[in-house]
């Protein structure tokens, strides 16, 4: 049994294809998901995916690349948004220099308010990092993120950013990215990552995992990525799907009636 910890299910190539995504997740065994807010605009549609679903949790958040929402959230109302019991986490936010040229200072000021929400509701976070990883660590670092804990999602970066995350109590998320051959580096981390600090998902519908990669991706191919990163470990799959699963009920408090 597997959890796809990050998957965006109200976006239009998923929501198009919502039969056969349902039905390809029972098939692999793929049990449960968290489905990922990205906008203000759209929080109501990833919340009625969740609502409509047992099996499916949802975040709410404001991901850093959002540059054309209604306005910028605040924490009282990412705390609105949260207060429901479908709403397991905060996110996603963060900080991604690689998509937009500075000034960046509103991405900052974005991923402290989501921090200060994260903290106040008690809901773990989920981030987002790239290409800037020593401003996320001094953020988190700043804003005592690891009171609220949380998850560094779709992990790309070095040992060194994985050790920091780790000691700051947050849990690492790996993508189908790790399949990819280019990914050595990557495929280093994921030996190295706690057992029970790690969790698996597709990041869909993205970054489809090999043997799908340039296809959509889905969180029934979460599958492949416990897969891959049980032969990189040279232990089961079962380890890797008994291991994340446990992880991703602990750090997320979810209930579920499926
Ligand atoms: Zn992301
Ligand atoms: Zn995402």
Redesign the pocket.
Known sequence: MFIDS?C?LDFPELQADSANVFALMEANQVTHALT?STTLKTFPDVLRVAESHANLWCSAGVHPDEQIDDHEPTVEELLRMADHPKVVAIG?TGLDYYRLPEPLDWQRERFRTHIRAARACAKPLVI?TRSASADTLTLMREESAGEAGGVM??FTESQEVARASLDLGFYISLSGIVTFKSARDLQEVARMIPLDRLLIET?SPYLAPTPHRGKMNQPGYVRHVAEFVAQLRGVSVETIAEATTANFYRLFKATSAA
Do not use: G, T
């Open positions: 990050h965006h990922i996603e987002h999602h779709c990041d």
